[in-house]
């Protein structure tokens, strides 16, 4: 672990390329990235992590990434304000998308998100069964007695689901000038199939 933390803010060291940045981890590590630009620009900031499996987070994908910590009180900033640190971010972000690190660990992570775009069977089995392998009991809390779940259409505001469901449904037959005649296996979107 201790050899991939040094990697990790060794890249991060290049993401600073103005102003300076000391990242804490609550294990009691402490590092301090220096950029060498100058002027307005030059800003100092601290900011503490709860764990070091952050910093990987942060390199891969500051964008979302710092927002996340933050709201979730994974980052703090101990010195400096949140102003001044989005500020770096912003100042340095703009260096770091085209200096070659940014490049490089821009593709790296282009590759990983296209690789957990790969979904074999066994993989999509999985994901079919979390979605859909759920107990009837937990549909009957939310859903109405055919169990649709598309957007109803609430014409009054003392319709409940259950009419303004069938209000939705009914307008969708309109529209396809369904007679009664007519068959159809489900509305898209709507639920379970309908007889």
Not at 79 to 95: E, V
Not at 126 to 141: I, K, S
């Amino acid at each position: 672990m201790w050899m991939m933390q040094h990697v990790l803010i060794f890249w991060l060291s290049r993401f600073v390329q103005t102003g300076q940045l000391t990242i804490q981890i609550d294990t009691g590590q402490k590092f301090l990235l220096n950029g060498k630009g100058s002027g307005s620009e030059q800003i100092a900031v601290s900011i503490r992590l709860k764990n070091s499996t952050q910093l990987l987070r942060l390199l891969l994908r500051p964008d979302p990434v710092c927002g996340e910590l933050y709201v979730d009180g994974d980052l703090q900033i101990t010195s400096g304000t949140l102003s001044q640190f989005m500020d770096s971010l912003f100042i340095n972000g703009k260096h770091w998308q085209t200096s070659p690190a940014g490049k490089l660990i821009s593709h790296l992570y282009k590759l990983t998100a296209w690789c957990r775009t790969i979904n074999p069977v066994a993989r999509s089995k999985r994901n079919v069964a979390h979605h859909y392998d759920l107990t009837d009991q937990l549909f009957d809390l939310f859903l109405d007695r055919q169990r649709q779940y598309s957007c109803a259409y609430f014409a009054e505001e003392t319709d409940d689901l259950e009419m303004a469901q069938n209000r939705k449904i009914a307008r969708l037959a309109a529209k396809l000038n369904l007679a009664k005649n007519h068959r159809i296996l489900a509305v898209d979107g709507a639920g379970w199939p309908q007889p």
